[in-house]
């Protein structure tokens, strides 16, 4: 048995590293601080790199999009000629409408909307002109609350009020005679 101890001791002894004079525990822990330097510097070496990378990607696409705003600006002034006597013709248009809109209105009142949008002018002459229908002339142009003197029905304001009826029927229905129609 004096052999195998003696066996299991050299197998031992030979699979574990004999530390040299130049290691020492100092000198482990020198080595350690050196492999984190030099991880640190290939980390910020690598950081670099791409920092680079990207800055020049940066300078590419702005020289991209300064050619893009070339033919862009192009592009544009192309449409600007082409739509331009669109232009002209709508703001002629524009004016004409305007004008014939204004005549419409009174005079006093063109100063006052002669520099609004069309459709405020539009709105303006329509209701204006509302204004003015208020006084009918025939029985149809009545509004509806007063299309039978403020009754829902012709016999109903006949019944109810038959002296207005008779007097509105006279001077609208030409021939009416009280009780006859010609």
């Not at 029905?153 to 006859?180: I, R």
Request: charged share 35%; glycine share 4%; net charge negative.
């Amino acid at each position: 048995m004096s052999e195998e101890t003696k066996v299991a001791t050299e197998t031992a002894s030979e699979g574990t590293t004999p530390q040299t004079p130049t290691e020492t525990p100092d000198a482990g822990s020198l080595i350690a601080e050196s492999k984190k330097y030099r991880q640190r510097s290939q980390d910020a070496e690598a950081q670099l790199a791409k920092l680079q990378a990207k800055l020049e990607q940066q300078d590419n696409a702005k020289l991209k999009e300064k050619e893009e705003f070339k033919t862009l600006a192009d592009k544009f002034e192309s449409q600007v000629n082409e739509l331009s006597p669109f232009k002209e013709k709508y703001e002629t248009m524009v004016n004409i409408r305007k004008q014939k809109l204004l005549e419409r209105l009174p005079e006093d009142k063109r100063d006052t909307f002669k520099d609004k949008d069309i459709d405020v002018l539009e709105f303006m002459v329509d209701n204006i002109s509302q204004k003015d229908n208020i006084q009918p002339s025939a029985r149809g142009s009545l509004p509806k609350n007063q299309e039978f003197g403020g009754y829902k029905t012709m016999a109903e304001w006949a019944m109810k009020d038959p002296d207005a009826c008779n007097k509105h029927l006279t001077e609208n229905v030409s021939g009416y005679q009280w009780g006859k129609v010609k």
